[in-house]
Each structure stands twice: as structure tokens, then as C-alpha cells.
């Protein structure tokens, strides 16, 4: 097992980010009740950038481990500009 090196972090940021990732999951929940499919876009716009940003702060102890870090942010950064996509085809649309 490698260890990496520490990076500093920033805690208050970091909670900020998780505090932002968690009221954006439960926006979404509020807005797939309300069939609300906007505020639920924009919700996830919030959600996947906010977890994407997280995880750029994430250091893992090997390599395995900080690979599917990288593999999961991207992921997240995809589904965001997805929603993304989908909230201007939205608000185009004035739905």
C-alpha cells in the first residue's frame, strides 16, 4: 500500500461543500414529488458538481484506490453537464 502526500484542506469548505451535496439531495426528492422536473434538473446540476468538487479534494492511501476517486469524479462532472443540458432544453422549452 503507497501512501500519497497530504494535500492541506480546508475543513469549513469541505463541510460547506457536504452541507451543499445533502440539501441538493433532498431538493431533488422535494421537486420529483412536486413534478417539478426544472427544479429537480437543477437540483442535480447542484448535486454532481458539488460531489465532483469533493471528491477533487479526496485522497485516497494507494493508487487503486485514488484511480476510481478520479473515475467517480468524472462521472459526477458528466452527469452535471448532463443535467445541465437538460435544465437549458428545460427552461427553452418554459416548462
Known amino acids: 500500500m503507497e501512501a500519497t502526500k497530504?494535500?492541506?484542506?480546508?475543513?469549513?469548505?469541505r463541510h460547506d461543500l457536504i452541507t451543499a451535496a445533502s440539501r441538493a439531495a433532498f431538493q431533488i426528492e422535494a421537486a420529483e414529488r412536486r413534478g417539478d422536473a426544472r427544479e429537480e434538473a437543477r437540483q442535480r446540476v447542484i448535486y454532481h458538481t458539488t460531489q465532483a468538487e469533493l471528491l477533487a479534494r479526496t485522497l485516497a492511501y494507494d493508487r487503486?484506490?485514488?484511480?476510481?476517486i478520479a473515475i467517480n469524479r468524472e462521472?459526477?462532472?458528466?452527469?452535471?453537464?448532463?443535467?445541465?443540458?437538460?435544465?437549458?432544453?428545460?427552461e427553452g422549452q418554459g416548462a
Open 64 to 68: 487503486d484506490a485514488q484511480a476510481q
Open 75 to 90: 462521472d459526477h462532472r458528466r452527469k452535471a453537464e448532463a443535467y445541465q443540458r437538460e435544465l437549458d432544453r428545460l
Open 6 to 13: 497530504q494535500m492541506p484542506t480546508d475543513d469549513t469548505s
